[in-house]
């Protein structure tokens, strides 16, 4: 990984520029990303000449992006690392056009910028403002999120004793598995709070897991649950922005949601409350 700008030289990105030049050999790639295809299986997905496919493949196997046996191409190693990489940074590039506006108002700054890499997951979501007629609409639907669900992992960046509420009641009630991820200073407040001692209850009884960070200022609430997910951000002058990307129970992208959460976890130091 590129740590400093001194590192960036014309051979750091020289591959990357040579496989964006060219349409065709993304598209390619991004065909035999999905399964190995014979000239006949790709040429019904990519609308080109024979000659011309036959050109970028030969191509992209001098390069051991792509291999050929038993006259069906399919991508090397690295040209399957490779080919991820690349299209993860053209759907995070998609996705931060699309939420440009809301991006722009919203820092990053101390986010783990490793992971800006899973903005692309925003695409699958739904967006939900809570308007001046009804401000308290997002946290609504992040209770009913909660209802039926019966596994949690948090990663909580506020003290919000209504917040707080749906997630111990979800605990209570559903009898949820839960793991926290907070800081230090969040962990004390909920320690000396009125949910000290149900969280001390339900830790004894293993069914919550409090993972708190040396960072003590996080900038993301994600939820993600058996059923939906949510996520939030924080506004640049650091105040927290409840309007909410929802997931439903099933996407496209959950799995990686998931991995999302425990590199996070790793990433920011977290040690397990004992």
């Known amino acids: 990984m590129i740590k400093s700008i001194n590192e960036i030289n014309v051979e750091s990105y020289e591959k990357v520029r040579y496989l964006l030049s060219s349409e065709l050999r993304l598209k390619t790639l991004r065909v035999l ?3 190995d295809m014979t000239l006949e299986q790709i040429k019904d997905y990519i609308d080109k000449q024979e000659t011309n ?20 191409y399919s991508l090397t190693s690295t040209g399957y690392l490779a080919t991820r990489n690349v299209m993860s940074v053209l759907d995070n590039w998609q996705t931060i056009s699309k939420y440009a506006r809301c991006i722009n108002y919203h820092s990053f700054k101390k986010f783990p910028l490793e992971f800006a890499r899973y903005m692309f997951m925003l695409d699958e979501s739904e967006r939900i403002e809570s308007p001046s007629s009804d401000i308290h609409k997002t946290r609504r639907l992040y209770a009913q999120q909660l209802k039926e669900v019966t596994d949690m992992k948090i990663i909580l960046p506020i003290y919000s004793k209504q917040y707080l509420k749906y ?20 962990y004390e407040a909920i320690k000396q709070s009125k949910f000290g001692e149900e969280m001390k209850k339900y830790r004894h009884e293993g069914k919550l897991r409090i993972f708190v960070t040396q960072d003590d200022v996080h900038e993301i609430f994600l939820t993600l649950t058996n059923k939906g997910s949510s996520i939030c951000f924080f506004f640049k002058d650091d105040t927290f922005d409840d309007t909410t990307f929802f ?17 996070y976890k790793y990433k920011m130091l977290s040690k397990e409350v004992i």
């Not at 036959?54 to 038993?70: G, Y």
């Not at 793991?179 to 969040?186: A, D, F, G």
């Open 33 to 35: 990303l999905e399964s």
């Open 167 to 186: 997630i111990f009641d979800t605990i209570k009630n559903n009898n949820a598995t839960t793991e926290i991820v907070t800081s230090r200073n969040i």
């Open 53 to 72: 496919l036959l050109r970028t493949l030969k191509e992209l196997q001098d390069i051991n992006l792509v291999t050929l046996e038993d006259k069906t």
């Open 247 to 263: 997931w439903k129970e099933k996407f496209k992208s959950k799995k990686m949601l998931g991995h999302f959460f425990e590199a």
